[in-house]
């Protein structure tokens, strides 16, 4: 048996955790889901590792000592010194003063800080992550191993591969899309089985459409993280305008050339590795392009033309940029399929773009594409390319991969509530003809999904047929108003409302309403330009949910739910029982379906 653990380290944003067991994804989970804190922003993984240990223990038998390696999703050799003497600060700063965490054995401080100033000199902050291992498997009661193997992986390098070990393809195209990873923010990989070749690779400081995004919806009061997303929601209120004249004169696109686009101040492509540097890049170009710092905007208030107009602009940049870079993919590497990673690529109307141009045969985008895929990844690469294994290449068809909460402990949680419940079992069809009377529920059942969408396992459910859904749901949610609502449909039903859809399970892949009357049967889920970002089910993939869909069709005539996430305005999914019943009684929701129990307030 071989086991392989990933996890972020250094801790950025997006942290998580993942385990490879014998060439087979196991377990997978965000710290965020445990701190409570979206996109868990400088937190290391320490709740999601513990929960990743006492998984493989408690269900697999497991032990931290069985453990192979330990990959990490950075590569402290590629980082500029001057990031390596912040990485490793930062890495100190977090495990001593804010988790007070023992690092070294050293017995007086002036071998401590000779230490110290080792790691800084030499970028090898591994120290402080074997520490942050060691100390979870204490916390658990395990013994820690005295040799704690962790590997680094190249940031793209794990994106790639969990693209391509995951996508169920032999040979592809794989195009890994970001923010920026130790220098880099485009990569492009022709993989062929399970050799990685990378064909192109584009610097950050002048090729992150990731940083040009964020620093734009960032400028529009969205956020920097939070901003793309939403984002990609407002951009189908704005058109054409000055703001597009402005940013094109930034971004140069070009297919046919040497790179498929690049990012460009004066003119001139800036080749450098300097933090500081970059963002000063992309703040300029933002600021440029709208005029000043921000824009006099409230988000929640009433639509601002000049804000849609800016989202439209750089929506329609990096939807060009993403177009260029398939077709130069496809040109430069021959192969007919194509695989994603990177959080670019949760850009779901750019991937309908590529989808729609009919680029590549097959397209595959792993659903956990920002950070929080990338431990999957580098776990994976070390599993196959360190350690001698062969990962098993199948499709990946559900993301149901966090903590398991038994029946008889989430009983008990239901009990301590002292809220009116039922047991119900798996009599869905009682859910269903509540949501079809008009009542909103939340849905929690089994292992959390991993990435950004909820799928049927941490969602809230609403009729789609009833107009006014969108802006109450929105409401309960503290979402701004204009933000659109996805769909969960039968998979069977796909081609009923949506012009050329394929199976699709993870939700970051929009597609067209086939016409204006499949989009006035189910309005919620209809955004203004006609598109929605739906999961597709079937009954192996997740039984309950399926049959919840198929319930409401044979009372409604709709193969088709409203289904956005389980959470509160500013924190994620709901991770375990105690959260959902937290978050179902703060929040304005009719009932709740919690693993078997009908759940209501009255």
């Known amino acids: 048996m071989t086991v392989v653990i990933g996890f972020n380290w250094p801790p950025y944003h997006d942290n998580a955790t993942a385990a490879i067991v014998d060439g ?6 965000e710290e965020e889901r445990y701190t409570r804190h979206k996109h868990s922003i400088r937190e290391p993984p320490i709740n999601a590792l513990r929960q990743t240990f006492l998984y493989l223990k408690n269900r697999l038998g497991i032990k931290p000592k069985d453990v192979d390696a330990f990959a990490i999703n950075w590569d402290p050799k590629l980082y500029p010194r001057k990031t390596r003497f912040h990485a490793t600060l930062l890495s100190l700063y977090i495990l001593r003063g804010v988790y007070d965490m023992p690092l070294l054995n050293e017995s007086d401080y002036y071998s401590y800080y000779v230490a110290l100033l080792t790691h800084i000199l030499s970028g090898d902050y591994l120290a402080f992550a074997r520490a942050l291992v060691r100390h979870v498997i204490l916390s658990i009661g395990e013994e820690a191993p005295s040799d704690i193997r962790i590997i680094p992986v190249r940031h793209h390098l794990a994106h790639a591969a969990s693209a391509y070990y995951f996508s169920g393809f032999s040979s592809a195209a794989v195009l890994t899309v970001d923010g920026s990873g130790e220098y880099e923010s485009t990569v492009i990989w ?16 002048y090729g992150s459409l990731g940083f040009l995004y964020e620093w734009a919806t960032h400028g529009l009061g ?18 054409r305008s000055k703001y597009y004249d402005k940013l094109k004169e930034f971004v140069k696109v070009d297919p046919e050339g040497d790179e498929p686009y690049a990012i460009l101040v004066n003119g001139k492509k800036v080749k450098s590795k300097d933090g500081a ?23 929640r208030g009433e639509l601002s033309k000049d804000a849609a107009n800016v989202a439209w602009a750089v929506q329609r940049v990096t939807e060009e940029a993403m177009l260029a870079t398939a077709k130069w993919a496809r040109d430069h590497t021959g192969e007919d399929k194509v695989a994603l990673a990177g959080g670019v690529a949760l850009n779901a109307k750019a991937n309908m773009e590529i989808h729609y141009a009919r680029i590549f045969n097959e397209m595959f985008i792993f659903p956990a594409a920002n950070d929080a895929g990338s431990p999957i990844g580098a776990a994976a690469y070390v599993y196959e390319h360190v350690l001698g294994g062969k990962m098993r290449h199948g499709r990946l068809t559900d993301v149901y991969l966090g903590p398991e909460y038994p029946d008889e402990e989430v009983k008990k949680v239901v009990q301590r509530s002292k809220l009116k419940a039922e047991y119900i079992g798996d009599d869905v069809g009682v859910v269903a003809d509540l949501v079809a009377k008009g009542e909103i529920v939340t849905w929690y059942q089994g292992r959390a999904e991993l990435g950004p969408r909820a799928l049927g396992n941490r969602s809230i459910v609403a009729d789609p047929t009833r107009p006014e859904y969108w802006k109450i749901v929105n409401d309960i949610k503290g979402r701004e108003w204009w933000r659109p609502l996805a769909p969960s449909l039968l998979d069977e039903d796909k081609e009923v409302y949506f012009r050329d859809p394929v199976s699709h399970e993870f939700m970051i892949l929009m597609f067209r309403y086939k016409d204006e009357e499949a989009c006035k049967r189910v309005p919620v889920t209809c955004h203004v330009d006609m598109t929605a970002r739906p999961q597709t089910v079937t009954r192996d993939q997740n039984r309950t949910w399926y049959d919840l869909i198929k319930a409401f069709k044979e009372i409604k005539g709709e193969g088709l739910i409203m289904n956005t996430s389980f959470n509160l305005a500013g924190e994620p999914l709901v991770e375990t029982p105690q959260d959902a019943i937290r978050s179902f009684f703060v929040g304005g929701f009719d009932a709740m379906y919690m693993q078997g129990w009908l759940i209501r307030k009255r």
């Open 24 to 29: 087979r994804l196991v377990f997978a989970s």
């Open 190 to 205: 022709k993989v062929r089985d399970g050799s990685f070749e990378p064909i192109l690779s584009m610097y950050t400081s």
């Open 222 to 239: 969205l956020g920097r993280l939070e901003g793309p997303g939403k984002g990609m929601g407002l951009a189908p209120y704005g058109e």
């Open 277 to 299: 540097e970059l963002d000063s890049i992309y703040t300029h170009i933002a600021e440029t392009v709208i005029g000043g710092r921000s824009l006099n905007w409230n988000p």
